[in-house]
């Protein structure tokens, strides 16, 4: 099992869930956060004060998958989060131990 | 107090009403000799009324019965201005502030302007619009009127009237210190912003009394106390009549809703308390971004809409008068939007909410003393000039004076303030469209372009700016030590990082 990681641009997260349930991936979870890249932030004017914004906001989204389909995640992810500009994020792929669904017990792939 | 007895010695004037109504000074100070016959009309059709407000001392006089469409128009204008103080101003400013600190926003305008609204009752404005006595009279009023004392007679019913700028025209005096206790409350308010986000609560509190007591309550004798036309009954009496008024009436300085009284005060005592208070923790390195522009546009809509009481509403009449003030209120302030927006286009690029919202309460705040003062076009200009002004006033002044003066109160209010102050002397001039003003208040005499002298006015709007910006300076040093050295006036490094909402005040604006 991996843990799949993805930080993308928060616009194109609906296209992510979409691609992401033709193929088959049951869950998503998805959290709001900031961060930088190469993508520079912008500068903000109030008045005579200027601030320069580094940290952008982008969604993460985490799934966990069968060893199998990692490299279609990946690919599904990819193609639909992709704009060809700087800023359009990374994806993370981490081993997973163990995963259990809380309601049934099940453990392992059957919990996925 | 002989300003409230509008009327009452008008027994020359009532035995012919006809006769006062056709004259040009009825209407004073604006030219508008059409608004002047419905009061005159109202008066004489009620006789019997009349008689029943009359103090002793004038018993044989019939007195004026105060037209209900002045009335409901003064009344509705005291409301507009509450509503600019709370929610208006404090809406404008709380955007502006760090989400931490809007609750300490909201409650020291809300809190500050009750605090100023109660003091007005207790003595303020007996101590600003009543006569006062011997050398002190130029700067401070009397106590005739402690605690609002003699304002109306609870036996028998009777109100007294407070005088406008018409002859024969009165609005109760009530109505009046209602008005005027929404003037003092605002001001007072205003100061806020020049410290936000680390004054300590008791503090702001403290110095806001202080401040109102020697500071708003002197200059707004000074500015706008005087016995009202009425009490012009002879050409005899017309030089010791003038010699009743405030210091900068008797001196012919023109503000007709506070340009110095308000915003010019409120601004020094602002720049003075940015100063001795200090600049905010991590000012200048960490971001104080405001949280909520959207708030601050409502907020400076409210602003903009409660104007109209603040400056038509100064005319104390439903008036011609007050549909000037009306007119220029409006177009002036949206100039001076205008011109914000493309000052910012120009020189950065993009024009912003912030500046636009900025730009209304500029505009706002230099057509204050001009309002009633001067003409359409010439509003136009003093509205144009105010959106530039002010826009250097937060940027290329604000690094000048390396003050934290937080939410720019001198930037806006004292910039425009002192531009629209100046600015009234000149468009004031019948000849660059300016009302006509009576120069005698006994025959009405009105001012004539050939007598006008622009120089001469501008100097005494100099004069007058020059003696609020001391006058406030000093007080505002005295008081902000005082309250430093008994109260503190900041709060510790810890709470003001931890935000004042939680720190003085135990609550939290936004939950997530």
Redesign the interface.
């Known amino acids: 099992m991996k843990l799949i990681t993805a930080v993308i641009k928060p616009f194109k997260l609906d296209e992510v869930r979409e691609a992401l349930s033709a193929i088959g991936v049951q869950g998503l979870t998805v959290t709001e956060v900031k961060g930088f890249g190469r993508q520079k932030g912008h500068t ?6 200027e ?1 320069v ?1 580094d940290f952008l906001p982008k969604v993460k989204i985490e799934a966990a998958v069968n060893d199998d389909v990692v490299e279609r995640v990946i690919e599904a992810i990819e193609s639909s989060a992709r704009t060809g500009k700087i800023g359009d994020g990374k994806i993370f792929v981490s081993p997973l131990d163990q995963v259990v669904r809380i309601r049934t017990g099940e453990t392992g792939n059957d919990a996925l | 107090m002989k300003k409230i007895l509008a009327g009452l010695a008008l027994a020359a004037g009532l035995l012919a009403p006809a006769a006062w109504a056709q004259d040009p000074a009825a209407s004073a100070p604006v030219a508008a000799a059409a608004s002047a016959p419905a009061p005159a009309a109202d008066a004489a059709s009620a006789p019997a009324a009349a008689a029943a407000s009359a103090p002793a001392e004038a018993a044989s006089a019939p007195a004026v019965v105060p037209n209900k469409g002045d009335t409901a128009w003064m009344l509705v204008s005291t409301l507009l201005v509450i509503m600019m103080t709370v929610p208006g101003l404090a809406l404008f400013y709380g955007g502006l502030v760090r989400s931490k600190n809007m609750l300490s926003i909201l409650m020291q305008v809300m809190v500050g302007f009750s605090l100023i609204v109660v003091l007005w009752v207790l003595y303020g404005y007996s101590l600003t619009f009543t006569e006062g006595s011997g050398a002190s009279s130029p700067f401070l009023g009397g106590l005739d009127r402690l605690f609002l004392k003699g304002i109306w007679n609870n036996v028998t019913g009777t109100f007294e009237n407070a005088a406008t700028f018409s002859k024969g025209v009165a609005i109760p005096e009530l109505v009046y210190a209602a008005f005027q206790a929404t003037f003092a409350g605002i001001t007072g308010c205003l100061i806020i912003g020049a410290f936000a986000e680390r004054a300590k609560f008791a503090a702001v509190m403290a110095f806001l009394a202080l401040w109102f007591t020697f500071a708003y309550i002197p200059i707004a004798h000074m500015v706008w106390f005087w016995p009202g036309p009425d009490a012009y009954t002879s050409a005899a009496v017309v030089e010791a009549t003038n010699a009743k008024g405030g210091l900068l009436w008797q001196w012919g300085a023109l503000d007709f809703a506070g340009g110095t009284v308000v915003h010019i005060n409120a601004a020094v005592a602002g720049l003075v308390g940015a100063f001795m208070i200090g600049k905010r923790i991590g000012y200048g390195k960490e971001q104080f971004t405001p949280h909520s522009l959207t708030l601050t546009m409502v907020g400076a809509s409210l602003l903009w809409v409660g104007w109209f009481g603040f400056n038509a509403g100064s005319a104390l009449e439903a008036s011609g008068s007050a549909a000037l003030a009306f007119m220029n209120t409006f177009a002036a302030t949206a100039a001076a939007v205008l011109a914000w927006c493309i000052g910012e286009s120009l020189i950065k690029g993009k024009a912003s909410m912030l500046g636009a919202a900025s730009g209304a309460v500029a505009g706002l705040v230099a057509i204050t003393p001009a309002a009633g003062n001067v003409g359409i076009g010439g509003g136009l200009v003093v509205g144009l000039a105010a959106g530039f002004a002010c826009l250097w006033g937060v940027t290329g002044l604000k690094k000048m004076l390396k003050a934290d003066d937080s939410l720019d109160v001198f930037g806006v209010h004292g910039v425009g303030g002192i531009l629209g102050a100046l600015l009234t002397g000149v468009f004031n001039a019948p000849q660059l469209g300016g009302p006509s003003f009576p120069v005698d208040w006994f025959t009405g005499t009105l001012t004539s372009a050939d007598a006008y002298s622009i120089g001469a006015q501008v100097l005494v709007q100099a004069k007058a700016v020059g003696v609020t910006i001391l006058w406030s300076g000093i007080v505002s040093l005295v008081a902000y030590k005082l309250v430093d050295m008994t109260i503190g006036l900041r709060v510790t490094e810890e709470e003001e990082r931890e935000g004042l909402d939680i720190s003085s005040h135990g609550e939290t604006a936004y939950h997530k």
């Open positions: 903000e004017l109030y008045r005579g004060a601030y914004v």
